[in-house]
């Protein structure tokens, strides 16, 4: 008895061409060289022959880069906002400590006297 079943997954450029070079060689259709290459792998297992991955998949380094910007991103945000209390309090604090111009206290009618 043979069953449907719908799988999802993510898969890097670089596997999708391995699989598109292999259904080539093979005659199948991309679907067709999934399949093969699951019973395949089955097969191997259950001989007892232990399955060895070698690397860390693209995606999986994506999702860790994507990461690491989404903190960097947030840090300089909250390094934008620091920037700008400190360049706010160094305003103020130089507004205070330097006395105005005397002709810019004086209203215009102050002249004719």
Known sequence: MRQEIRASFEMDKEMRDQIDKFAHREG???????????SIGLTSRSEGEP?????????????????EIRDVKQGLIELHEEIRLVHHIIETETKKMSPPVPYQNRKWFHFWR
Not at 28 to 38: F, Q, V
Not at 51 to 67: A, D, G, L, M, R
């Open 51 to 67: 399955v060895v991955v070698t690397n860390q998949f693209v995606f999986e380094e994506y999702k860790e880069i994507k990461e």
């Open 28 to 38: 199948l259709t991309r679907n067709g060289a999934i399949n093969s290459l699951i």
